[in-house]
């Protein structure tokens, strides 16, 4: 399992104890897990160049892990290497941003939440919520419980990359 807490925007960040708790949950399950990023207890990847980054995710296609993260490059990169991929969405939806695995979305009813125009919602570039004084209630919404939920299910299906060769 590989851990994707940053986002590159606040608005995108799920909560640092959620992050800590999927890991101890993780490591209970006895499944190995490691963060492309800071999560607390648990062992982080060293910087790398992009290239070797993907190299990275490659390998963990080929060994049947999966990478669990916001909307942001590193999980995007994951999911072209081949990985099965959670994908933690707030702001943005799940219709228009989704990865072609799995996908988790937090506060679907959101009345703030503009997907043709995300930018323009209130929360964008403060991550100040209109619903919430403690961060982004979209990202708060998800539960740990529905991530693991995700993560079991995405580890009884093949890798993206074995489906499309089992397609050839």
Not at 22 to 36: D, K, N, S, Y
Not at 126 to 131: E, F, I, T, Y
């Amino acid at each position: 399992m590989v851990l994707v807490p940053d986002a590159g925007m606040a608005v995108k960040r799920w909560p640092p104890r959620n992050w800590v708790r999927l890991a101890e949950e993780l490591a209970g399950r006895a499944l190995p897990v490691l963060a492309c990023g800071a999560v607390q207890g648990v062992p982080a990847l060293p910087r790398m160049p992009l290239r070797r980054l993907a190299v990275f995710f490659a390998v963990v296609a080929e060994n049947e892990g999966v990478v669990i993260g916001g909307d942001t490059g590193p999980v995007r990169l994951a999911e072209a290497a081949g990985a099965r991929v959670v994908g933690l969405f707030g702001p943005t939806t799940v219709d228009r941003y989704g990865y072609m695995d799995r996908n988790v979305q937090g506060l679907p009813a959101c009345p703030h939440r503009k997907p043709l125009a995300i930018t323009e919602q209130p929360c964008w570039w403060s991550a100040a919520c209109p619903l919430s004084r403690d961060g982004p209630a979209c990202m708060a919404d998800i539960a740990v419980s529905e991530v693991l939920g995700a993560v079991t299910e995405a580890l009884k299906d093949p890798s993206p990359a074995c489906r499309s060769l089992a397609r050839r």
